[in-house]
């Protein structure tokens, strides 16, 4: 797939403290371990809540893990009056490599709308952050058959006015919403037409170049048994994955989905 190295990303949402977050890590490096998986071949990612990530970040340097992690959200703002906002400063300075912006659950229950999204993703790469941006339509857009231009309309309003080459290290995340968390999962093929269509739009945006280096990731229901299909289709570079990130097994085969 042009050099793109697959990610596959835990986001573990609101669950797991900082001890559980650290017991889950060792167990999914151990796992990896043992069955010798190859970091640079594929990346591996997790997205622990806030209070997790200073004891993450210990545990993944003190011990040279190979494991990547970040955060689930991050302010539009530097530093200020902005009670109960975490800055990207502080996230970069812990050794976050990622940061998700735009989660269909941040957009639906704290009402971020695209130009919070935009704000966002500007924030991440200001600060080094690799921005994971989530699309992705709801069910009802879905049935009327709208799911392309639905998604097309927010990654470009979500990219406004970000630069080329910023956007050559974007991580994109497909997340129809009506199969996350829910067991019903996009089929293969809708994975591909979706990332396919992204792809397209950044190529129109910016260049074919730029949009040969953005990864495109799949999210919604996620597990061991569906990984591999996903995987194999052209334009997806990868999965961004809740509840089965939580199981440090079921994460690690989901991460093994080539062997
Ligand atoms: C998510 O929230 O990013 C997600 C994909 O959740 P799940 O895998 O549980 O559907």
């Given at each position: 797939k042009a050099g793109r190295t697959p990610l596959i990303a835990g986001?573990?949402?609101?669950?797991?403290d900082h001890q559980q977050a650290t017991v889950l890590v060792q167990k999914l490096d151990w796992t990896l371990r043992d069955k010798k998986h190859d970091h640079d071949e594929t990346e591996v990612a997790v997205l622990p809540p806030y209070t997790d990530i200073r004891s993450v970040q210990t545990l993944i340097d003190g011990d040279r893990l190979k494991l990547k992690f970040g955060a689930q959200d991050l302010s539009?703002?530097?530093?200020?009056?902005?009670?109960?906002d975490i800055s990207g400063a502080f996230l970069a300075k812990l050794g976050c490599t990622y940061v998700v912006v735009g989660h269909s659950e941040r957009r639906t229950i704290h009402g971020e709308t695209d130009e919070t999204v935009n704000a966002k993703v500007k924030a991440a790469f200001r600060h080094d952050l690799v921005p994971i941006l989530c699309v992705g339509e709801p069910l009802e857009v879905r049935q009327a058959g709208e799911q392309i231009p639905y998604i097309v309309g927010q990654l470009t309003a979500d990219l406004a006015g970000v630069p080329a080459k910023d956007v050559a290290k974007l991580v994109v995340a497909y997340e129809p919403i009506w199969a996350i968390g829910t067991g019903e999962v996009a089929t293969p093929d809708d994975a591909q037409e979706a990332c396919a269509a992204l792809r397209d739009t950044i190529a129109e945006l910016y260049s074919g170049d730029v949009a040969d280096q953005v990864r495109f990731l799949y999210g919604g229901s996620v597990k061991s048994g569906n990984v591999a299909s996903i995987m194999a289709?052209?334009?997806?570079?990868?999965a961004l994955v809740?509840?089965?990130?939580?199981d440090a097994g079921e994460f690690a085969a989901i991460c093994r989905y080539k062997a």
């Open positions: 986001n573990w949402k609101m669950n797991l539009p703002h530097d530093s200020g009056a902005y009670t109960g289709k052209d334009d997806v570079d990868g809740g509840g089965a990130s939580l």
